[in-house]
């Protein structure tokens, strides 16, 4: 093969990539808002935490609270103890805390 063929091959490859890239990122501030708004809102949140991938809340009212909706969103687990919940988001964690913390 000619040289110029292989950068034809790569170049085409690297658009591939960059399209599928594309397709799977999510929108993060709209997920964030759906979140919040799954947890009961921000007046329903009283206080927030992380612990690595896991996101800490207290709630006003936990049962305000979507389990099975933030589930749905791409969390990994929800446990709730008495208020709180802990939620199992990975590397979105800490961008949920920061987005509260601007909210309130």
């Not at 749905?72 to 929800?78: E, I, Q």
């Amino acid at each position: 093969m000619e040289t110029y063929q292989y950068i034809i091959i790569l170049v085409t490859l690297i658009i591939i990539a960059l399209a599928i890239i594309k397709m799977n990122k999510k929108d993060v501030k709209i997920e964030l808002n759906k979140l919040v708004e799954l947890l009961g809102g921000k007046d329903n949140i009283l206080n927030t935490e992380v612990e690595m991938s896991r996101f800490k809340v207290t709630l006003k009212d936990v049962t305000k609270a979507n389990k099975e909706g933030i589930i749905r969103l791409g969390a990994k687990g929800v446990v709730e103890i008495d208020d709180q919940l802990k939620i199992v988001l990975g590397s979105n964690a800490k961008k949920l805390k920061k987005y509260i913390d601007e909210l309130k």
